[in-house]
């Protein structure tokens, strides 16, 4: 950059100074040129032709009083008649461009190249009162010998030049690159700056890069955390499924081997017998379960407008017999005409499970209460609760309070990752409001 900039400044500035002097040398060589015929003019008007006889003596005596200025005496055609340079006598100088227009305007002037190298000899020529003619020549430095002269000067001006365009081509660089610099070490920082305004598209470019980095960044960060955190979920559900499994296939095969082995009375074969037969069936709802969970996970079917009023009434009748069984009170408060965005069998899974449970985890004469309006649906039971530090694990999968899983409720812990996963996908908010002893309210809003 600082070559560059060097001979850029010193190529521009020495055409600069090479034009001016040519130009300053015409200028020179033009004035002096007109000085010359002027001095040549009244020389001429001082020349007396009493004093001065117009021969070669003449001629002499008046370039002698002209300090050696040529004159050269002719008659009114052009042949010379005297000339203080050895002009011979007689020679025709008719063709002559000054004595020309002396002979059709009363005077001329000329400018001509000498014979002496580098010089022009200036002519200026005028008619007398008698009729003949009178031309005083001097020499003058031509364009080429004044330019010549102004050589040294030029060099050192040039050397001048070399010197201030290479003190130039630094400091330039130095006030050039230095932002650039500072500029490239803060590129960077969060947010890029400068004072100048020249380099503000740079740092526009550095502040947009650096914005979309962070963005990929945090892209990136975002999508390994999600990488890590389905792969934890799937190891976590694994050994969650061959747990829930575990438990109801040891069950089976004791039993079976105890039948196997023989030397049971027929009252513990039939309760042998029995335990198989509600352990399997355990097993298969657990399968069940989980298919039905993975479709649930796994389904990108479109949705579409339900008449979630019509469906909750639907559910609630179905229901009413196993709260019966339970001696659990339904009452539903359901609006008619809620339209949601969703799939029936969706909206079917998430009543259904939370209904289901706010009977299974109710007291005999207790209640449970199904609200549906446009805004949201909320099941409030009278039942056994949900202790506080619960309250967010009931929503993970295989999550039960009463680890017992063969307990009295005898639930995997799947219902409800199954109504969370279907809000999600619904973009429904669900939360939990419950009181251990008192009661749980699961609501969601649309
Ligand atoms: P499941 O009922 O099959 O065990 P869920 O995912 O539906 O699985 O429920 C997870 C756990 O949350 C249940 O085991 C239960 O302990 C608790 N729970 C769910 N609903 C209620 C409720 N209405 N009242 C009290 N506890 C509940």
């Known amino acids: 950059m600082r070559i560059r900039i060097l001979f850029l400044s010193l190529g521009i500035t020495l055409l600069c100074i090479l034009l001016f002097s040519i130009g300053s040398t015409q200028v020179y060589y033009n004035s002096s040129i007109t000085e010359t015929e002027?001095?040549?003019?009244?020389?001429?008007?001082a020349f007396d032709g009493t004093v001065y006889p117009k021969d070669s003596e003449g001629a002499n005596a008046f370039s002698e009083k002209l300090n050696g200025v040529r004159?050269?005496?002719?008659?009114?055609?052009?042949?010379?008649?005297?000339?203080s340079r050895a002009e011979e006598i007689d020679s025709d100088h008719s063709d002559?461009?000054?004595?020309?227009?002396?002979?059709?305007?009363?005077?001329?002037?000329?400018?001509?190249?000498?014979?002496?190298?580098?010089?022009?000899?200036?002519?200026?020529?005028?008619?007398?009162a008698d009729g003949t003619l009178v031309r005083?020549?001097?020499?003058?430095?031509?364009?080429?010998?004044?330019?010549?002269?102004?050589?040294?000067?030029?060099?050192?001006?040039?050397?001048?030049?070399?010197?201030?365009c290479l003190v130039l081509s630094f400091v330039a660089t130095y006030f050039i690159l230095n932002p650039v610099k500072t500029l490239a070490g803060d590129a960077s920082m969060d947010e890029v700056k400068t004072k100048y305004s020249e380099l503000e598209p740079i740092t526009e470019i550095l502040n947009e890069r650096n914005r979309n980095i962070k963005r990929q960044m945090k892209a990136l960060e975002e999508d390994k955390e999600l990488i890590?955190?389905?792969?934890?979920?799937?190891?976590?559900?694994?050994?969650?499924?061959?747990?829930?499994m575990n438990t109801p296939l040891t069950s089976i095969r004791g039993y079976a081997e105890l039948l196997e082995n023989g030397g049971l009375s027929e009252k513990q074969k039939t309760a042998a017998y029995a335990t198989i037969s509600a352990q399997s069936e355990r097993l298969t709802n657990l399968i069940a379960c989980i298919i039905n969970y993975s479709q649930i996970e796994a389904d990108d079917l479109p949705s579409y407008e339900v008449d979630f009023s019509g469906l909750a009434k639907e559910i609630v009748e179905a229901l009413r017999p196993e709260a019966e069984?339970?001696?659990?009170?339904?009452?539903?408060?359901?609006?008619?005409?809620?339209?949601?965005?969703?799939?029936n069998e969706r909206v079917r899974e998430i009543l259904g499970n939370l209904t289901r449970n706010a009977i299974k985890y109710n007291r005999p004469g207790g209640t449970v209460r199904i609200i549906l309006n446009?805004?949201?649906?909320?099941?409030?039971?009278?039942?056994?609760?949900?202790?506080?530090?619960?309250?967010?694990k009931v929503f993970s999968r295989f999550f039960t309070v009463d680890k017992s899983h063969g307990g009295k409720n005898g639930g995997f812990g799947l219902g409800l990752a199954v109504v969370k996963k279907i809000c999600q996908k619904s973009g429904w908010k669900i939360s939990l409001e419950s009181t251990l002893g008192v009661g749980s309210k699961f609501i969601i809003e649309f």
């Open 136 to 164: 005083l020549a001097v020499s003058t430095p031509s364009e080429w010998t004044l330019f010549a002269r102004t050589l040294p000067t030029l060099a050192m001006y040039i050397g001048i030049d070399v010197i201030l």
């Open 374 to 392: 446009h805004n949201l649906l909320a099941v409030e039971d009278t039942g056994i609760g949900i202790a506080e530090e619960n309250k967010d």
């Open 38 to 45: 002027n001095a040549l003019k009244v020389y001429v008007n």
């Open 325 to 343: 069984k339970s001696g659990v009170r339904l009452i539903p408060e359901i609006e008619d005409n809620v339209l949601v965005t969703s799939r």
């Open 71 to 83: 004159v050269t005496f002719m008659d009114g055609n052009g042949k010379v008649l005297g000339d």
């Open 96 to 128: 002559r461009e000054e004595v020309v227009k002396a002979i059709r305007d009363g005077e001329g002037f000329a400018v001509r190249s000498s014979s002496t190298l580098g010089d022009n000899m200036v002519y200026y020529c005028k008619k007398t």
């Open 228 to 244: 890590l955190e389905a792969r934890a979920s799937k190891d976590e559900f694994i050994a969650n499924v061959t747990h829930e």
